[in-house]
């Protein structure tokens, strides 16, 4: 009784690892999945002679090992052919096309993701072993760690496997997840990692596996090893999808194409994306699909003959720091950026990099006069990863962190439980209050055409306003006053700052700058108040019942509006006529149907449903014709295709936020 009770909720949660992992379409909410697993594990607490190796609750293994032994690859784990040109890539389609004598060649073309390889043996549908690839021959067992990691079935689905199976392909680490890690290691002070590909290699060689377990690992299978007892489909893209269906994740990007010109146009548009992609990818690999020919073609020295690796311009260039400035921020936390001798990373023109803090530039000890090397991915602020010792000029200094506030001379405090230093003279220094006001006339917030950061330095430098709501007693002879601003754009002034008086909740809220509350939660929160007063009254107990207010957003709330100058300020942009519009929210998307996939940072699915369905809308699981909308957040993957093939409006995480 109880045997089978177990067995059928391993069953149940393997089945939604499945889809959440490999068909990215969640069958059940995240707190419905926490409460089958808490049962099983209760379960097997009770029942300990019931638990088994593959079960969703033994991914973490208890002893840590003092070091990984060594693995005789079966079948030798190979490299790949490089090129970096497309005529390199002409010439490769070139020799296929001599070799097999075929004037048109089948190739799979997918993403080359920049991670670690690694073979992953199943022997009677059990993950048995997982190998690093080490030098091709012989790498490292790293099993207990790959267990961890989500995405990687302990046992496979359905139930025709080969008696073994050796699948290989990438462990990497998701952009987002290395970003959060890195910050969450730079506020406490701990070394970052220098790109996903380290980190994913650091997880992955930690001698605990509770370390491992930690970290946002992830997969994607590329290929075979050794396979006994089951004949293999005829092509590539066949075992994928054989891979697919055993539960084994596989990239969406994958595709077949017809000769060497699709394949460069699938490159071009790939590395287009390349910065939206949610991993570092570092080329494009082409595979001769059918399997057959793959054999005809066989292997050089330490690559195979059928494939090749289209590489991507790097991300990380050495270049040399001119200066090193401290920025104070809009909330007063100080950052030192380095300004840097331009230089060209992967297509972008870069010239300052982020130091993130006083610690991280410390123990970096990045130094006017050094060379560094600097990495760009995706749309995130550069950042120097090192400093390359052996060119540092023997003038160099350590660079000497400012004692107090470099823009206000105000004093500095540390943040409490983070290493960030933070100038306390709030919108009295002149650098927080040009930002506070350049945040509260941005585009989403009260969205003031014209008034950008030149007049608003202006302005500040001018002693002409202190806070957001002098903005509007600025009269025209006061703008009239400033450089740059003859009499029409005085006049557009006054006219957008008039208009931008009628406006809505939830940017208006967002225009205050409040600690914790961007966009989305400024919505949230306005689908349950009616005005920014009644928001003013609420108290702790009542912002903690909208679902996705936490205590962290309740305090700053909290403090926000406890404040005089708060509460002054307040009164003034009422005074001043300052309106937030009602819309009659229920309305705002009747008839419309959205789908959601992928992950998006700042809420998770259900809420976003939630905001949806609160405003009308019908959220559906499936993408069809009728659907008007999709909402792709990172990772998306089946149904952002299909979305795609039928013409679908898509919506990423800005967009749906705006839509919000
Ligand atoms: S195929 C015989 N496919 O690139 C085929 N490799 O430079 C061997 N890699 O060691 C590999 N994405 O770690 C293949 N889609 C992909 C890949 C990929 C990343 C890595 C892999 C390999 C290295 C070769």
Redo the contacts with the bound molecule.
């Keep these: 009784m109880i045997k089978q009770a177990i067995q059928t909720l391993r069953q149940q949660i393997k089945q939604h690892d499945y889809a959440y992992y490999v068909l990215d379409a969640p069958q059940i909410p995240d707190n419905e999945y926490d409460q089958l697993f808490s049962e099983l594990q209760r379960l097997e607490q009770q029942h300990p002679k019931f638990i088994t190796l593959d079960s969703p609750t033994q991914r973490v293994g208890a002893t840590p090992l003092t070091q990984f032994a060594s693995v005789q690859h079966r079948q030798k784990?190979?490299?790949?052919s490089?090129a970096f040109t497309a005529d390199e890539v002409r010439d490769f389609a070139l020799r296929l096309q001599k070799q097999l004598k075929q004037s048109v060649i089948d190739c799979v073309a997918?993403?080359?993701?920049?991670?670690?390889?690694?073979s992953l043996r199943y022997e009677h549908g059990q993950l048995v072993q997982a190998a690093t690839?080490g030098d091709g021959n012989a790498g490292e067992n790293v099993t207990q760690n790959v267990r961890t990691i989500k995405s990687i079935p302990l046992s496979l689905l359905g139930d025709a496997w080969p008696q073994i199976l050796e699948v290989?392909?990438?462990i990497f680490m998701p952009k987002k997840g290395f970003h959060a890690l890195n910050q969450q290691r730079r506020t406490t002070g701990e070394k970052t990692f220098a790109n996903p590909r380290n980190a994913a290699a650091g997880s992955l060689r930690q001698l605990d596996a509770k370390i491992t377990a930690q970290r946002p690992l992830d997969f994607?299978s590329?290929?075979l090893g050794e396979v006994q007892g089951f004949t293999l489909p005829a092509s590539y893209l066949d075992i994928l999808q054989q891979l697919k269906a055993w539960g084994l994740p596989i990239?969406v990007e994958?595709r077949l194409l017809h000769g060497i010109d699709a394949c460069l146009t699938y490159a071009q548009a790939l590395a287009q994306r390349r910065d939206a992609l949610p991993y570092d990818?570092?080329?494009i690999?082409y595979?001769v699909n059918d399997l057959a020919l793959q054999n005809q073609l066989g292997f050089i020295a330490r690559?195979?003959r059928w494939?090749l690796?289209h590489k991507l311009p790097g991300q990380e260039q050495s270049t040399q720091v001119e200066a090193i400035h401290v920025q104070v921020g809009r909330t007063g936390v100080l950052t030192p950026v380095a300004q840097l001798k331009p230089v060209n990373i992967a297509g972008v023109m870069v010239s300052s990099a982020t130091l993130h803090n006083a610690n991280e530039l410390q123990r970096k000890d990045v130094r006017v006069g050094d060379t560094v090397v600097v990495r760009r991915a995706g749309d995130v602020i550069p950042e120097i990863v090192n400093v390359v010792l052996s060119k540092r000029p023997p003038s160099g200094v350590p660079f000497v962190f400012p004692p107090c506030c470099p823009v206000c001379g105000g004093a500095l405090a540390q943040v409490v439980d983070q290493v960030a230093i933070r100038c306390t003279a709030g919108s009295l220094c002149p650098a927080q209050r040009k930002q506070a006001l350049a945040h509260f006339v941005s585009r989403d917030a009260l969205d003031v055409n014209g008034l950008g950061a030149a007049l608003i330095e202006q302005l500040v430098d001018k002693g002409m306003v202190q806070t957001v709501a002098d903005l509007y007693t600025l009269t025209l002879e006061d703008w009239l006053s400033l450089d740059l601003v003859a009499d029409k754009t005085a006049h557009n002034l006054l006219a957008a700052l008039e208009n931008s008086k009628k406006t809505t909740l939830p940017r208006l809220l967002y225009a205050l700058g409040i600690p914790e509350i961007g966009l989305s939660t400024a919505t949230l929160l306005s689908q349950h108040c009616a005005d920014l007063h009644q928001l003013s009254q609420a108290s702790a107990e009542n912002l903690l019942t909208i679902k996705g207010i936490g205590e962290v957003t309740a305090r700053c709330l909290l403090d926000f509006f406890q404040s005089p100058d708060n509460q002054r300020l307040i009164a003034q942009l009422h005074h001043l006529g300052i309106q937030t519009e009602k819309i009659d929210i229920k309305q705002k998307l009747a008839g419309k149907t959205f789908v959601l996939t992928g992950t998006l940072s700042q809420m998770n699915r259900q809420q976003a449903q939630a905001a949806l369905e609160n405003l009308g809308a019908k959220v559906s699981t499936n993408v069809s014709k009728k659907t008007d909308y999709l909402v792709a957040g990172d990772n998306a993957g089946s149904k952002l295709h299909k979305a795609q093939q039928l013409g679908i409006k898509i919506l990423d995480e800005t967009r749906f936020n705006q839509l919000l």
């Design positions: 784990m190979l490299s790949l490089n997918e993403p080359k993701i920049d991670g670690l390889a690694i690839r290989r392909g990438e994607l590329y290929g990239s994958a990818i570092d080329g690999v595979k690559a195979p494939a690796a």
